[in-house]
């Protein structure tokens, strides 16, 4: 039965484990480069990831991929530890690709010794130029056969800082001719004099992914290195480059691939993300419209959403598109279990009930939820001026609008059924207010007759005087296109939406004065609101994280 549900890269490990490799062997990584912050993308390699750590009680490290130094900074380190953890994983070490540089430099020397890496002194074009094409072979560069003790002592000074960035790079000796093009003499160390964030100023010379990513899977006994698709043409390399290191009584990892998650109407590339954050497009990594972790948890999604999103959705072998609308029944389905209900008028038309006595105030006692135990209740204040939405009221309508019109009866929820009466208008034709009588006798709970009448329609209500003024953000699409990044011939950011923030006043029932960031709530009839980081005492603040209708179903 279980087995059934196995991924495909589970299915990896599981066959691994029934050809002999020893389980407590097992050892996995999640490698975030620090060049942003992480994605829902990435969602997919740390569920799967630390999802086979659970499943086979293995360690997982977190390793930061950081030998880029011209990219990455403290702060996206940070920030991805805090997703991570969020998300409800728990890492064994958090480990460094940096920490790896003394190391692999001195494999590098080692390379160079056995005249497997040479100092190559042509441009970058040069370089490329020789390269050759997938249906032709490259050429070898003049430099190719220098002596061993030429290229320690040129390397030596790459590595003491004589030479300007670009001016030479270091490059394994493979085969120009190799069908694969990642074999054609591969880059392994460039110089680059920046500082880095964890390194400082001790080197100037930074190893190539390639070098350095299976060399540190090695280090840390990674049993399976699991990565997406585009590293697939990367793997003979990966392999090479292991042939030169490994012992053959230590663990060899091994690298797999899977599919990148894409979800659609947005990008997912932490460096077009960059672009939406510098270009100000969106206010911060963290903006509720970004598919970054750090945005859809303001935006109120939770880590429980997150994760049944990526199990859902799955692992694939494929690149495709997942429809965003999933992710909204994740969060919406999650929500719906979860959120207590609660009164909030977003757009408000001013409701008199002309025979409700001025002074008076009463509580009426309302459920956080009609139809599960355990939610509780609270006091909802009522008094004769209430705020409705004015999209519930019309002076004519037709038998099928089960709301307010003149002449007509709504319940309003929790409470008296009222009926519309005469409506005021300004100068211009405007409705301002709707005058209303209730019937005294109607009010929900109070076992009367007329509390058990049926009426049509039951509207969400605040009372104007008890009700806390708020501020609501209403998000659409970052993108109005499906795949913005899709279109060979226009950029990303032609795609995005203009009108992706709407930012509103609403007024919320008294009992949402107290809410702290991050507080969940469904607005009856409305949709599922947060509270946002940016809420103070005076002021709350409320994203709207997803609607109550179900669109993906269609
Ligand atoms: P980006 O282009 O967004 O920076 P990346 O692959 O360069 O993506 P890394 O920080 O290197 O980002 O990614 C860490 C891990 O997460 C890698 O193993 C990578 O393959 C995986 N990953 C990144 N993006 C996705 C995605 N969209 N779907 C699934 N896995 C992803
Ligand atoms: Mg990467
Ligand atoms: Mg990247």
Not at 305 to 327: C, E, H, Y
Not at 469 to 490: C, I, N, Q, S
Request: include cysteine; proline fraction near 4%; charge should be negative.
């Amino acid at each position: 039965e279980e087995t059934k549900s196995l991924n495909f890269i589970e299915q990896i490990v599981e066959d691994d484990l029934a050809n002999g490799l020893d389980k407590s062997k097992l050892r996995f990584r999640f490698p975030p480069e620090p060049n942003g912050y992480l994605h829902i993308g990435h969602a997919a390699s740390i569920c799967l990831n630390f999802g086979l750590g659970l499943r086979y009680n293995a360690p997982v490290n977190l390793r930061f991929d950081d030998t880029n130094p011209a990219k990455e900074e403290q702060e996206y380190v940070d920030a991805i530890k805090n997703d991570v953890q969020w998300l409800g994983f728990k890492w064994d070490q958090v480990l460094y690709s940096s920490d790896y540089f003394q190391q692999l430099y001195d494999w590098t020397i080692d390379l160079i010794n056995d005249g497997k890496a040479y100092v190559d002194e042509q441009s970058s074009e040069e370089i490329r130029e020789q390269k050759g094409t997938p249906t032709s072979p490259g050429t070898n560069s003049p430099y190719r056969d220098r002596p061993i003790s030429e290229n320690l002592e040129l390397f030596q000074k790459m590595k003491d800082g004589a030479f300007d960035e670009g001016a030479v790079v270091l490059r394994a000796k493979i085969d120009m001719q190799h069908n694969n093009m990642h074999m054609r003499d591969p880059i392994l160390y460039r110089v680059l004099k920046k500082s880095h964030h964890r390194t400082g100023d001790d080197w100037c010379i930074y190893p190539m992914y390639d070098w350095t990513h299976g060399e540190s899977d090695y280090l840390e006994q990674i049993s399976h290195s699991f990565c997406t698709l585009e590293f697939k043409s990367h793997r003979e390399l990966y392999d090479w480059y292991l042939d030169q290191v490994v012992d053959s009584e230590k663990i060899r990892p091994k690298q797999r691939e899977f599919a990148r998650r894409n979800l659609s109407y947005t990008v997912m590339s932490k460096r077009k993300l960059l672009q939406l954050v510098e270009s100000g497009a969106v206010n911060g990594w963290d903006d509720p419209r970004m598919p970054t972790i750090s945005g859809l948890r303001r935006r109120g999604y939770t880590p429980e959403s997150i994760v049944n999103f990526s199990k859902i959705s799955g692992i694939a072998k494929r690149d495709s598109i997942t429809d965003v609308a999933l992710l909204e029944f994740c969060i919406r389905d999650y929500l719906n279990k979860i959120a207590p209900r609660v009164m909030a008028v977003l757009d408000p038309l001013k409701i008199v009930i002309t025979n409700y006595p001025e002074d008076k105030e009463e509580f009426v006692d309302a459920n956080y939820n009609d139809y599960e135990e355990g939610f509780g209740s609270r006091a909802v204040p009522f008094s004769r001026e209430i705020y409705i939405e004015k999209e519930d009221f019309r002076e004519e309508a037709n038998k099928k609008f089960f709301r307010l019109k003149l002449g007509g009866e709504v319940r309003l929820k929790n409470t008296y059924i009222i009926k519309a009466n005469e409506v005021i208008k300004d100068s211009e034709g405007n409705i301002i207010e709707v005058h209303c009588t209730y019937d005294e006798d109607s009010k929900s709970g109070s076992g009367t007759e007329a509390s058990k009448r049926k009426v049509k329609g039951t509207l969400h209500w605040v009372s104007i005087k008890h009700a806390e003024k708020v501020e609501v953000r209403l998000y659409d699409r970052l993108f109005t296109d499906e795949a913005p990044d899709g279109h060979k011939e226009r950029d990303f950011k032609d795609f995005i939406n203009p009108n992706s923030l709407a930012i509103g006043t609403a007024f919320v029932e008294p009992s949402l004065k107290n809410s702290e960031v991050g507080d969940k709530f469904q607005f009856q009839r409305k949709g599922y609101f947060c509270v946002d980081t940016d809420s103070n005492t005076d002021k709350l603040i409320f994203n709207k994280t997803v609607g109550l209708k179900d669109s993906f179903a269609k």
